[in-house]
């Protein structure tokens, strides 16, 4: 029987073990596994990818870059939860999308983001991951983009958000990505 199930790929933003931005994707992904239709990947390779340079983007890409490729062609839409650094993206995580803008893999993929800040912090990151994605062309949907602000109180042993109702709306996001 074939799956029909959509795909979401879970992007960080961090590379700090046990942020809060991992904690919103790692509760998406137990989320997803109670909603009918829906499947998450976490992606792992953040750290793994080497600096973007244009005279590596082509055939034979580096390995980590081909595999980010790969799970973003086979995810049917993209889910993002990125801190927030200096008012802009981590440069990490602005690595991973720079890489990406040379491959149509994203183009035309549902996106949207969760930005787990405190109120009033966060819209640097916002703004730039708009305008970056644009230039990549993914499709970001508006009503996945949200605030879900999350404090370490809120997180139990496990690592995942306890509060149901920021786990409620995590799964409402995911709806929306998937039938985006």
Not at 55 to 75: K, N, Q, T, Y
Not at 109 to 125: D, E, F, H, L, V
Request: aromatic share 4%; hydrophobic share 45%.
């Amino acid at each position: 029987m074939p799956n029909d199930d959509r795909h979401i790929l879970l992007l960080p933003g961090s590379l700090r073990a046990g942020s809060t931005n991992e904690t919103v994707l790692r509760t998406a992904a137990a989320v997803a596994d109670s909603l009918r239709g829906v499947t998450a990947t976490y992606y792992t390779g953040l750290a793994a990818l080497p600096h973007f340079n244009p005279d590596h983007d082509a055939d034979p890409l580096p390995a980590p870059v081909a595999g980010l490729r790969a799970a973003i062609e086979a995810a049917d839409a993209l889910l993002i939860c990125t801190p927030e650094y200096a008012g802009t993206l981590p440069g990490a995580f602005k690595n991973l999308l720079d890489w990406t803008v040379g491959g149509t893999e994203i183009s035309d993929k549902p996106a949207g983001w969760i930005n787990a800040a405190a109120p009033g912090r966060g819209q640097g990151a916002e703004a730039t991951l708009r305008t970056v994605l644009g230039y990549t062309g993914a499709a970001v949907l508006d009503e996945a983009c949200v605030r879900i602000p999350l404090d370490r109180h809120g997180v139990g042993p496990d690592g995942l958000a306890t509060d149901p109702l920021v786990r409620d709306r995590i799964g409402e996001v995911l709806a929306r990505l998937a039938a985006g």
